[in-house]
């Protein structure tokens, strides 16, 4: 489990310092030091796993800040899969941390990693794709898109409560 | 609140935000997260293809003993990339070695064991099912379920060992036992002498007697010694059931009753059970080992009721408790018991009453003020005065101090009960 909390702290790092360096290099001071705060919140409450949830609902509210501020895509994109990563890590060693006997303990590590590695390159990848692709939709068109979505994420989330 | 729950909310919050401000950068940020539970649903497992098996090293134990318990999970289905398993104790059971519970994963028509050792206090236990949770790798989604894995412990009270009881009902059984019988036959006590009868064994005559009258020789008898049929009644009714601080009178009651079946089985004699209270409870008379762990089992159950069936003990079947024989009520004696055990005695029944003391029971557990002794005296003299109503009647009782031997108090009592001739069984 240390390689575990050797990648937790990685990405803790680089999920608060890459919008904290795209939010510096914006000028926007304040920010930057919340974000700063947060990194050492976050690994000063690793260890107390009710608030995992709190921490990276905050960063990705910091980070939905600095997309309002036109900080650079990219450094936000690498802040919130990182974010995103560091919170799997975490709830991944509270579950760990909650049984007294793992079996195949190995298997399940690496195969969590490869996973989490999996989606968070594919995230990464596809978002940057998608940042370069420029499409003009029409008034119509992305009204019926956001209802679709909207929709689509009302189901997916009744769906996750029941 | 659950992890799928927060990421649905964000991803909720960051697309109103993007839409309310016609920002594709947001849909973007929403990009790894939408990943992330589109990979999670479809990594899900659609059932649970897994079958529990319970294996039980011994269904009966005692207390102070323990079990080995085994639970085999056989995945039937696909890989599952992780699974969590907890079995699910029935309740006082307790873990002494090893875990029930595990994390694994489970390749296809692949086991998983979890082997644990159990102690319990007395009781009968059921497990019924274990408890399963399958979830995708990343751990955002889960599915539930309760395997059926059954299985029943017995923990059956440990008895002490007794002295034998000198008991004395009016009517024995045909075997060699303990209980002198009043009938001249095989024994070893003097019983008495008559004329000689021809035919008689020339060691039985009695020479004593024939130096005086040579012209009549006189044989000896000797009193026969036989068993007898006991039935244990052992008073589970609710309203005489007293629990102190999660300590209960009638584990004591139930205690006192393994060790009385114990001992009475070993001196030979044929036992019956009946659990007053919990309607038809019982166990047909019986000799032996096996009638000692029939009843043991029978005790390992014993908890209180509220069954009104033979409410007042007149109508039990004459097959559970012959007439005649000697009846042990294992009682804290409640304030009508009395009548009742008078009717007893009337059929022809020889009672013998043991009487967990109340009184001292609850003492033990109550804070001391100022009218506490009042009470205490208050109480005890209502209950020397329902023991004396027995007495008077003709019924054993011995008022056993919990806190002290059964077998100690039991033959102190036996002692004065004996002087006073009682246990004459015809009286």
């Known amino acids: ?61 910091g980070i939905a800040m600095a997309a309002g501020l036109d900080v ?14 560091a919170w799997d890590l975490e709830a991944f060693s509270a579950r760990m941390a909650g049984v007294a006997r793992i079996e195949n303990e190995q298997a399940l590590v ?41 929709l689509g994420l009302g189901y997916v989330l009744r769906g996750i409560g029941e | 609140m659950s992890r799928s729950l927060l990421l649905g909310l964000l991803i909720f919050v960051l697309l109103i935000i993007g839409l309310a401000l016609l920002d594709g950068r947001f849909f973007l940020l929403l990009m790894p997260l939408l990943i992330y539970v589109g990979v999670a649903l479809w990594g899900m497992p659609d059932t649970i293809p897994v079958r529990a098996y ?11 003993d323990s079990a080995a318990m085994t639970l085999k999970l056989v995945n039937n289905g696909s890989a599952i990339p992780v699974m969590e398993v907890h079995d699910l104790l029935p309740g006082r059971l307790r873990v002494a070695e090893g875990i029930t519970g595990l994390v694994t994963t489970l390749s296809s028509g692949s086991a998983v064991e979890v082997a644990y050792t159990l102690e319990a206090p007395r009781g009968a236990y059921e497990f019924q099912s274990v408890s399963v949770m399958v979830s995708e790798t990343l751990g955002l989604f889960h599915r539930s379920a309760r395997l059926p894995a059954y299985a029943r412990l017995i923990v059956m009270p440990r008895a002490r060992r007794l002295r034998p009881l000198p008991i004395r009902p009016r009517r024995t059984l045909g075997f060699a036992g303990p209980i002198p019988s009043r009938q001249s036959g095989v024994g070893v006590d003097f019983y008495g002498v008559r004329e000689y009868q021809p035919g008689d064994p020339l060691r039985r005559v009695n020479w004593r007697a024939m130096a005086r009258r040579p012209d009549h020789p006189h044989t000896t008898e000797f009193e026969q010694e036989r068993i007898a049929d006991v039935g244990l009644i052992l008073d589970v009714r609710r309203q005489s059931v007293l629990e102190m601080q999660g300590t209960s009178l009638l584990e004591h009651g139930v205690h006192a009753t393994a060790a009385l079946a114990e001992s009475l089985l070993h001196d030979g004699h044929r036992v019956g059970l009946l659990l007053y209270g919990r309607g038809i409870e019982w166990v047909f008379p019986g000799y032996g080992r096996l009638q000692n762990e029939r009843i043991l089992r029978a005790l390992a159950g014993a908890g209180p009721g509220d069954s009104q069936v033979f409410a007042s003990l007149d109508f039990f079947p004459a ?47 109550l804070r001391s003020s100022p009218l506490l002794p009042l009470a205490i005296r208050l109480v005890q003299l209502e209950r020397r005065l329902l023991l004396q109503q027995l007495r008077q009647g003709g019924i054993c009782c011995v008022n056993w101090q919990v806190h002290q031997s059964l077998d100690d108090s039991l033959h102190t009592a036996m002692k004065s009960i004996w002087h006073a001739g009682l246990l004459s069984g015809s009286k």
């Open chain 1, 1 to 61: 489990m240390k390689i575990i909390r050797q990648i937790f702290l990685g990405t803790v790092v680089l999920a608060v310092g890459a919008p904290a360096l795209g939010v510096a290099l914006r000028g926007v001071w304040m920010l930057t030091v919340a974000f700063g705060v947060l990194g050492f919140l976050w690994i000063g409450l690793s260890q107390r796993h009710r608030f995992m949830g709190f921490v990276f609902a905050l960063c990705v509210a």
């Open chain 1, 72 to 85: 650079g895509i990219g450094w936000l994109l690498v802040g919130i899969t990182a974010a995103l990563a």
């Open chain 2, 54 to 64: 319970r294996d039980l090293q011994t269904i009966a134990l005692q207390e102070g």
């Open chain 2, 319 to 365: 097959r559970l408790f012959p007439p005649r024989s000697q009846l042990i009520f294992i009682s804290p004696l409640m304030d009508g018991d009395y009548q009742m055990l008078f009717r007893l005695r009337v059929q022809g029944y020889a009672v013998f009453v043991v009487s967990p003391d109340p009184v001292s029971f609850e003492v033990a557990y």
């Open chain 1, 110 to 150: 690496r195969d969590h990693l490869q996973h989490l590695g999996i989606v968070c390159a594919a995230g990464l990848f596809l978002a940057t794709v998608a940042s370069f692709v420029r499409l003009r939709l029409s008034f119509g068109v992305a009204l019926v898109l956001s209802a679709i979505a909207v």
